[in-house]
């Protein structure tokens, strides 16, 4: 009973042809394409509409893929960005506290002047110094 069933399906198997155009379009066909054609054997019509069917699923899940690595990308771009904007923040925030406490308590205080000798701060220049300092810590240390 087998070889009789097989007898009457073996007339239903053609040949299928597979090729790809200019564009890289992968295309599956009864009859063959005039020039660069790859002969599928014993493949039915129905099997490469499900062949084509599951390329383009596989494409589809594959451009999605690649879609969620970018996005993946950019956001771990956006985290070391915005890690990296805190970390000077805190620095900034750290020395201009640091400055606000040696203009708090220090009685006598200096800077330098670009020929390397000790300028010492008058009341005027220390009291404008401090009001920088704690302008600057109000705006790092929030």
């Known amino acids: ?21 200019g564009s890289g379009k992968v295309h599956y066909s009864d009859q063959p394409p005039t020039v660069g054609a790859q002969t ?13 069917q599951a390329t383009q699923s596989l494409s589809a899940r594959e451009q999605a ?33 640091n400055n ?8 006598r205080v ?3 002047n670009t020929a390397g000798q000790r300028v010492y701060l008058d009341d005027r220049a220390r009291a404008q110094a401090l009001a920088s300092s704690q302008k600057a810590v109000a705006e790092n240390c929030r």
Not at 100 to 107: D, E, F, I, R
Request: glycine share 4%; proline share 1%.
């Open 65 to 97: 893929y690649q879609k969620r690595l970018k996005e993946d990308e950019e956001a771990k771009a956006k985290a070391g960005k915005e890690a990296e904007q805190a970390r000077l923040k805190r620095e900034n925030c750290d020395k201009a506290r």
């Open 40 to 52: 599928v054997r014993g493949a039915s019509a129905a099997e490469a509409a499900i062949s084509e």
């Open 100 to 107: 606000l406490v040696t203009l708090q308590n220090k009685t």
């Open 1 to 21: 009973m087998f070889f009789v069933c097989a007898l009457f399906a073996l007339p239903a198997a053609g040949e299928l042809y597979k090729w790809v155009d």
């Open 110 to 112: 200096y800077s330098t």
